[in-house]
C-alpha cells in the first residue's frame, strides 16, 4: 500500500522503511541473498504505510529486529483487492529459502 515503484507481477516486495518501521539491514540482506541464490524475482520498496505491524515487533522491548515481505496487490481496501497468484507463491517460495537457510544475527 502506497508503496513506491512497486508493481504487481515483479515479485514480493522486501520493505525496507516506511513511516511505521525501518527494516534491519542484516535480515533485508539475508533477504535479498535468498532471493538471489533461489532466483526468486523481488522487489525493494518504501512506504508510507504498511500494513504489516513490523514497526510494534521492531519496538516491542529492546528491539527486536524485524522485515518484512509483501505481496503487491491493487485496489487495497476495495472489494476489488487483486494480486498476482506468482508473485504470492514467489513470496512463500522466498520465505521457505530464507528459513531454509543459517541466518546469523
Known amino acids: ?11 514480493p516486495v522486501i520493505l ?5 518501521f525501518v527494516a534491519d539491514p542484516r535480515l533485508v540482506e539475508g533477504l535479498r541473498q535468498a532471493a538471489v541464490q533461489a532466483r526468486v524475482p523481488h522487489q525493494l520498496a518504501v512506504a508510507k504505510e504498511d500494513g504489516s505491524g513490523a514497526g510494534f ?9 524485524a522485515a518484512a515481505v509483501l505481496v503487491p496487490c491493487t485496489g487495497v481496501g476495495t472489494p476489488r483487492q487483486q494480486l498476482e497468484i506468482r508473485d504470492l507463491e514467489a513470496a512463500v517460495e522466498l520465505l521457505v529459502k530464507l528459513f531454509l537457510r543459517p541466518l546469523v544475527i
Open 1 to 11: 500500500p502506497g508503496a513506491t515503484n512497486v508493481l504487481p507481477g515483479r515479485g
Open 16 to 20: 525496507l522503511r516506511s513511516d511505521e
Open 57 to 65: 515487533i521492531r519496538s516491542s522491548m529492546e528491539g527486536i529486529p
